[in-house]
């Protein structure tokens, strides 16, 4: 008996009925030999961990633009977060584990350079040239089957390829083989509440700590039911998540869910739309067409085929290459000094 097969009797022994096990899983899109020591789930966790995409995570923004602080979250520490949260409450429920981790580190590897500013303009773009609205969620999906190991993608296994395009709450075109909008898996609604809470209290957190926000301005009811400091806001999330949850799905309490919902609606309010927020907005709406107008005059033509492949190109750009890149075609460059003769 190998490694794998030992994991894979070890899931069927301590994992919920609901749990998802690896040995059962819909499989690849392209076959490929087992691993003998890495169960399907633990391989795709690894190819995400190791790809181009998950390591530009780093330099993009999370919610605040170009963060000059060392303590501000990226995309990347969010995606960590995010899968954090999500082992606790799998962990604690019996689902499992590594497809938790799998789906929560792939799931944001097609977010756009400036945050949800540049997803915005992407949209836009992707509208005016009659292609689908472009979303970050299948996005990300397109990255690890077609755009990564130089368009081989990462031949992830459905069950991950599904969590991924459905973490988000906002609606999908239902595609790629899968026949709804929602997780098909326990794993997958686990990511889908661990993002909601992992961006709402660190966005919070940032907030503060950027000086957006004073800790006067936060609504007490969000105090009082959550918590005063950010770890007792996501302990008192999670655990009532954990309690709340079952066979018949991950949810939250009415109570916890009603504040959770009125600190979204306090930072959409006061940060995602805040003053701040709309002085930036046309800057990156700016920065990213221009870059996408300067690429498009090197198409021979303007097919669906030349505008997806730009919006790849965008959406793939960490904030400071998308600025480098504005600057060089954008900003006038200095002539170089010459000697004189004296």
């Known amino acids: ?21 690896s040995a059962e899983t819909r499989g690849r899109a392209r076959e490929e030999p087992e691993c003998t020591v890495r169960t399907a789930f633990q391989r795709d966790r690894d190819r995400i961990i190791h790809c181009k995409s998950f390591r530009r995570l780093k330099h993009k923004t999370q919610v605040l633009l170009l963060p000059e602080g060392d303590h501000y979250r990226t995309r990347l520490t969010h995606t960590l977060e995010v899968a954090q949260i999500a082992r606790t409450i799998s ?19 097609g977010h756009t350079p400036f945050g ?15 292609l689908p609205p472009f979303r970050h969620a299948a996005q990300s999906l397109r990255v690890v ?20 395009l459905y973490h988000s709450k906002g609606q999908i075109n239902v595609r790629h083989g899968f026949t709804q909008n929602v997780p098909a898996t326990h794993e997958g609604w686990v990511v889908r509440i661990a993002d909601s809470v ?9 907030a503060l700590r950027g000086g957006i926000l004073r ?65 930036e907005r046309p800057k990156v709406r700016h920065v990213l067409r221009t870059l996408f107008f300067h690429l498009l005059q090197g198409e021979s033509r303007e097919t669906a085929t030349a505008i997806q492949e730009l919006i790849d190109f965008l959406s793939g750009m960490t904030d400071r290459y998308a600025l480098h890149y504005f600057q060089q075609i954008a900003m006038p460059s200095p002539w170089p000094l010459q000697r004189f003769p004296d």
Do not use: C
């Not at 008996?1 to 749990?19: C, H, V, Y």
């Open 116 to 130: 949800h500013m540049g997803e915005r303009t992407l949209r836009e773009l992707a509208e005016e040239y009659g």
């Open 1 to 21: 008996m190998n490694l794998r097969t030992r994991w894979e009797q070890l899931e069927a022994e301590i994992l919920s009925p609901w749990g998802t096990k």
């Open 145 to 164: 089957e077609h755009l990564e190991k130089k368009g081989q993608g990462l031949n992830l296994t459905w069950e991950v390829r599904n969590g991924i």
């Open 91 to 109: 962990r604690a429920l019996g689902l499992n584990e590594d497809l938790t981790e799998a789906i929560a580190l792939g799931h944001d590897l």
């Open 198 to 206: 992992a961006y709402l209290n660190h966005d919070l957190d940032d």
């Open 215 to 279: 800790t006067a301005q936060v609504p007490s009811g969000i105090i009082r039911d959550l918590g005063d400091s950010h770890g007792d806001r996501i302990d008192t999330i999670v655990t009532d998540i954990i309690q709340q949850s079952g066979a018949e799905g991950i949810t939250m309490s009415a109570p916890i869910m009603e504040t959770v919902e009125q600190l979204r609606h306090f930072l959409y309010e006061q940060v995602y739309s805040g003053q701040r927020a709309n002085r």
